[in-house]
């Protein structure tokens, strides 16, 4: 890619990744769903670049409001923002700052506080649940569950990047829309089109892809 041509879409933040050294390839062990994955990608990283991470916040917007102003909208009006520890808290707030809507989080599992909500709300209010990223939707589900329990109402998630490892599917399954910016099939295309990896990292990413959807 030449210095003056720009990915197309939101591939942005798949060079931008690159550029960070947010993504590595080897053998990951990632939580307890992704076991033997090729690639990693910490997107934590984003807070070294504020630009991007302000972009980031940006493109979720527009996204968001795409999708509310059809005519069957595809995401439902909210009037809070919760963030997921930790990864999803960076852009949580950068997208609150944004759209000066205000934002909530649930301690991390495994800690004292792992069903307190930080932050003011009112039982009813509809929240958007933010994550920089989804492997199987547990994360999500965790979140939404305290929430609900709250008596908050949660139909819609956000993400940067979805690993494409049934985390969609268990959020539908919830009654949770998913929106993601980037999905890792795309993240691995834009990579080998350019020359960033080598073809066996690209073909060990889709056939691992392929084995998490029963291909």
């Not at 939101?10 to 990951?28: R, S, V, Y």
């Not at 670049?49 to 005519?71: F, T, V």
């Not at 109402?153 to 956000?158: C, L």
């Not at 890792?184 to 990896?197: C, P, R, T, V, W």
Request: aromatic share 6%; with cysteine; hydrophobic share 40%.
């Amino acid at each position: 890619m030449s210095k003056s041509s720009k990915p197309p879409g939101n591939l942005w933040l798949a060079e931008e990744l690159w550029k960070l050294n947010a993504i590595e390839f080897g053998d990951f062990t990632l939580g307890r769903t992704a076991v033997h994955s090729p690639i990693y990608i910490n997107l934590r990283r984003l807070i070294s670049n504020p630009k991007a991470l302000k972009k980031c916040a940006r493109i979720i917007k527009e996204e968001l409001e795409a999708l509310m102003s059809m005519r069957n909208p595809h995401v439902q009006p909210f009037t809070l923002v919760a963030g997921v520890p930790f990864g999803g808290l960076h852009v949580a707030t950068a997208f609150s700052l944004l759209v000066n809507t205000p934002m909530i989080y649930i301690h991390p599992p495994g800690t004292d506080k792992a069903d307190v909500i930080e932050g003011i709300y009112v039982r009813g209010q509809s929240c958007l649940i933010i994550d920089d990223l989804i492997t199987g939707g547990g994360s999500i589900l965790q979140t939404a569950a305290t929430l609900e329990s709250a008596g908050l109402v949660v139909r819609d998630a956000v993400t940067l990047i979805d690993r494409q490892e049934g985390g969609k599917q268990a959020l539908k399954a919830a009654g949770i829309n998913l929106v993601s910016i980037l999905s890792l099939e795309q993240i691995a295309n834009y990579l080998m089109s350019e020359g960033h990896i080598a073809e066996d990292q690209y073909r060990a990413t889709m056939e691992y892809l392929r084995s998490r959807n029963g291909g």
